[in-house]
């Protein structure tokens, strides 16, 4: 071995989840090094090349807020902005934005060399050295032994990669990259519980061979909509290329069926589980047999090449059954695959194996982030890799790190799912998984989260001089409407030449701009737009005036209502004295944090599901699938930590604990229940009403009609109404 460098962290990957976690850590004074087998690979968008989506985007407007990369980089390269689910309530708007795939790339190198106190290497790490059940170091391909006091994995679909064609099949990562499978190996030998998965990507294909007359146009939003992901973002954005859309038709699915026997996945060559919410379009034929047809979204992969990408298409079947599939759409007839679809199998970690903090139970010191630790899509992995990269810093440096518990993101949400709840497979961030969503959105993620970031030290000056100003320039117009009355004629001339119904009278602006016929722009061109209001802003401060109502009635039996301190900017409320937390400066709220020392520390109480969280209220037992052994495991938390039970959604236990007469006569899905009431434990008091109600809500929702994994209700199918603006 040849003793190279020493180091405080050292993060594997250099992928989207690497990325943040190595500049995190070095934002944080921490020596720094991310290895990764290419340079050529850093930021590499080996599936779609957009960031954002439907609760994705979410995820970004909270990396940034932190102090992230992403962001930056999307608003950077991106080729065409959409705001999606524009016709919904706010809490589900999502921006979305196609990308520019070898800028993207360009831009996160660049970004990476230019972090000071982090070291860049091109090098396959092949093991991960250990001493007495702490990380000490890592060796790579050619010998190099690296030491550090932090280890962050973020292999991606690299660790014991193997790609699916039809009924060929090699040991690869992805677009062409070499397995990691030595890593592996050493990865079970440290015993850490890993597990396969599986995920896929369709064809590449060329521009000209398209006949763009046969499909739908999808044009970007108006260059006067659009938004950046970044709150750093201000230069004008213009959208560049149009996005289509095309459809499969009965002749697709009959030459998909009748070559059904060839795919990989269904003829039992894939051992691995596949997405759920992003399913192969074999799986789609299959599964959805009586739809007629299926979306495929062309988008381009850059400016600068004819590659288009075919969203909704990724199939493992042969070469020769792609060509023939692809060619029966409308407007494929003559299409050329560039690079055929694949299926990619990898091994990650069961995340019940690590705490809150990212950090393994079983190796202390060894951290998890992205596709490692169960989750699919760019932005989830970037997410984890901030929290990552600040909490193996923080440790390596003997701080205390942080929790983000689920009521202040979409983030702590994730990564409590996934300590928590496990995953069955990859899982995919959605706006259903959170009960808090309509305080969690994307346009208030540096409300909630800039003060943490700028505590934990991750936000800049720049960026904590942009966010006060941000906040000021809301607070003055918020004070303003508030102080503003209008009179009834002059409301009534302004509605009815927008062609509303006039109103029965006028009143405070802030008041009437409750009322949902009331717009922002529409009292403007009475009292006049706000000093520095822009657009975004004023859609901003018209949703947090509009959603006050609502946002209440949700805070109705929530652990963690959001209140607002005397400044108005919105923050979660301290949750107990007890936990030794400190106040964040200029909100007057408190993130739930832990220690860094000793490390094996006190775990959130939360509930781990299923009929055995039932046997360890009796018996004071502990059961955990496959990780008895692992030090620090949670146990049975409060009865209104309904939300963390494994298989039951959220939204559903947060309605029956609003309403426990509910809890007697329906479970967890909405069934009605016939069969006896549960029997009470014995060490719950027999004259205390409000925990036997909350006990039985919880035996409804384990025990109810006996649903497994795959019978369990889905997160898109929860009932919680969001309101419409």
Known sequence: MNHLGDYDVIVIGAGHAGIEAAHAAATLGARTAVFTMSLDAIGNMPCNPSIGGTAKGTLVRELDALGGVMGLAADATYLQSRMLNKGKGPAVHALRVQTDRKRYHEYMKHALELTPGLAIHQAEVVSIETENGRVKGVVTQLNGEYSAKCVVIATGTNLGGKIFVGDAWYASGPDGMHAANALTDSLKSAGLPLRRFKTGTPARVHRRSIDFSKLECQPGDPDNELQPFSFMTDTPMHNKVECWIAYTNPETHRIILDNIQRSPLYGGMIEGVGPRYCPSIEDKVVRFAGKDRHPIFVEPCGENTEEMYLQGASSSLPEDVQNAFYRSIKGFENIEIMRPAYAIEYDCVDPTSLEATLESKVVRGLYGAGQFNGTSGYEEAAAQGLLAGLNAARNALGKEQLILPRHTSYLGTLVDDLVTKGVMDPYRMMTSRSEYRLTLRQDNADQRLTPIGREYGLVQDDRWAKYQHTQSILEAERRRLHETHLRTADLRAAMEAAGLAPAAEGGIAEELLRRPEISYPLLAGMIGWGEEITPMLAERLETEIKYAGYIARQDQGSQHPFQAPAHGIACPPAQAAADDRQTLPGTGCRP??????????????????????????????????????????????????????????????????????????????????????????????????????????????????GHNAEQRPQPDQVAVPVPRI
């Open 592 to 705: 739930l944090r832990q220690a860094a020392q000793p490390h094996r520390h006190r775990q959130p109480q939360r509930d781990d599901g299923g009929d055995q969280q039932i046997t360890e209220r009796r018996t004071g037992t502990q059961h955990h699938q496959g990780n008895a052994q692992l030090p620090g495991a949670a146990r049975p938390g409060q009865h209104p930590r309904a939300a963390r039970i494994r298989n039951t959604e959220s939204g559903k236990i947060l309605h029956l604990m609003r309403h426990p007469k509910h809890g007697n006569r329906q479970l967890a899905d909405g069934k009605p229940h016939h069969g006896p009431q549960p029997t009470l434990p014995p060490q719950l008091p027999q004259n205390n009403r409000q925990q036997r109600k909350q006990h039985q809500i919880l035996h409804h929702a384990h025990t109810g009609d």
